[in-house]
């Protein structure tokens, strides 16, 4: 199936320091998720957002649906070390059946 | 309440052997999914119920079984699988298909085939 474009693959950043990792399609969707995964864990939900444009914070997350419908940002301010994991973004069309498409996911690291 | 739980957490079977994973939600969501994951790769779906039907297999092998008794449990029965098929088994829900509707993972299921 179809994936998303997700950079950068990895991150490793000192505790203290913002991230920011993106998320690209050729498709237009009509809602991002992102979701931060641990070891040996399911995905958990950060974000989602719904509307082209839209900017929504949760704590030191912030994401944007882009303009286009095409594109997602995800920015974490401050890391800390329990930041560490992998971060997806997923994207929805409204015709197909909750169907899910996923990036290939962000690696983040956080030293102290 | 956006909880949805999976057992077991941890399953080793061997080719032979039938096992069956559970997964269940209580936060009146209709509909429900199977996904298969691979170390350090997105979730790939296998199959997705809505109002206990079957909508979508993903052409999943039928040595992967789906059943979703009621509203609220959905299992996957196996039989007969390959070593290729140990993975984490995620379930998740969510209230429909439109947008706003969130899906919401489970823990998962580590599966080893032996």
């Known amino acids: 199936g179809q994936q998303l474009n997700q950079s950068p693959q990895s991150m490793f950043i000192q505790e203290g320091e913002d991230v920011s990792m993106n998320c690209t399609s050729s498709s237009i969707f009509n809602t991002w998720l992102w979701y931060k995964q641990d070891p040996g864990e399911g995905p958990v939900l950060l974000i989602a957002?719904?509307?082209?444009?839209e900017l929504t914070s949760n704590g030191r997350l912030t994401a944007q649906f882009g303009i286009t419908r095409k594109d997602s940002f995800l920015n974490i301010s401050a890391s800390i070390p329990s930041d560490v994991g992998i971060y997806f973004c997923?994207?929805?069309?409204?015709?197909?059946?909750?169907?899910?498409?996923f990036g290939r996911g962000t690696q983040l690291t956080v030293w102290p | 309440d956006t909880e949805v739980t999976q057992t077991p957490k941890h399953l080793v079977m061997g080719m032979t052997n039938k096992k069956s994973l559970k997964c269940e939600q209580h936060m009146g969501h209709r509909a429900m999914y199977w996904y298969k994951q691979k170390a350090k790769k997105p979730p790939e779906l296998m199959f997705v119920y809505s109002y206990e039907k079957l909508s979508i297999n993903e052409s999943v092998p039928s040595r992967f079984s789906p059943e979703c008794p009621n509203s609220s449990l959905l299992n996957l029965h196996l039989h007969a699988l390959q070593p290729e098929d140990s993975a984490l088994y995620l379930c998740?829900?969510?209230?429909?298909?439109?947008?706003?509707?969130?899906?919401?993972f489970g823990p998962g299921t580590r599966l080893t085939v032996l």
């Open positions: 998740a829900s969510s209230q429909g298909f439109r947008s706003y509707n969130e899906q919401f």
């Open positions: 997923a994207g929805q069309r409204g015709s197909t059946l909750g169907r899910l498409y």
């Open positions: 957002l719904y509307k082209a444009g």
